[in-house]
């Protein structure tokens, strides 16, 4: 359960949630949930979603988990059926399946430290930055072909995952930096795009926060942060990673309303 200051109440709203195996749309799917939403979690990781899933129900909620391919438009097109006779039509559409690639990722952060035996800007792997884009950018554009359908007659929500590397990008990560950065040109052309309809769309931008997926980048085996790890609260206001608690998850809701 997450300890919710501000409930809003999404009683019979189905809400689809893209990367739901993952920290922060978990956490979304959890707040949804209790505020009374129809949650469909969606991701490759079917046993990631299968848990969430088992332990919304569990808690008396209303969560289906299903394994999506955001990048299989067919794929993508099975779940929206299988959704829609289970829960009903979308009404709000999070688009949080993302992430980067080592294959995409430099192994110093400025050139001039390069090393023989890193990998350089020069060392980038094609086939891994084109990975890394297809994941972010279409993986948010086809969900949204597949179930934004859902809300051209009464309307609806899209929220899609930006980061704040797509105002600032990061050293070591060009390709989801700059994937990031087409996330929130693309909200701002779906907002155009719908304006006619009662489509919404707004993006949010998260700061950092610890993953599986990062952690050994941002912390030493012994627990301590990593120089990075250290340039990086140093940079941050509050000087702390985000938490995924309860007034970070009502934020997210409070833009679907």
Known sequence: MINLPLKIDYTDKVVVITGAGGL????????????????????????????????????????????????????????????????????????????????????????????????????????????????????????????????????????????????TPLTKIPAYSAAKAGISNFTQWLATHFAGTNIRCNAIAPGFLVSAQNYSLLFNADGTPTARSAKILNGTPCHRYVQTGSHDVNGFARLCL
């Open 24 to 167: 922060i749309c978990g956490a979304m799917a959890r707040a949804f949930a209790q505020c009374g939403a129809k949650v469909a979690a969606l991701d490759i990781n079917l046993e990631a979603v299968t848990k969430l899933a088992d332990e919304l129900t569990a808690e008396g909620f209303i969560c289906k988990g299903y394994k999506a391919n955001v990048l299989d438009p067919a794929a993508l097109e099975e779940v929206h059926a299988q959704v829609l006779a289970d829960l009903g039509k979308c009404d709000v559409l999070v688009n949080g399946a993302g992430g980067n690639n080592p294959r995409a990722t430099t192994s110093n952060e400025y050139h001039h430290e390069a090393t023989p035996d890193g990998k350089s800007f020069f060392d980038l792997d094609a086939e891994g930055v084109d990975f890394v884009f297809k994941l972010n950018f279409q993986g948010t554009l086809l969900p949204t072909q597949a179930f934004a359908k859902d809300m051209l007659e009464t309307g609806g929500c899209i929220l899609n995952i930006s980061s704040m590397n797509a105002y």
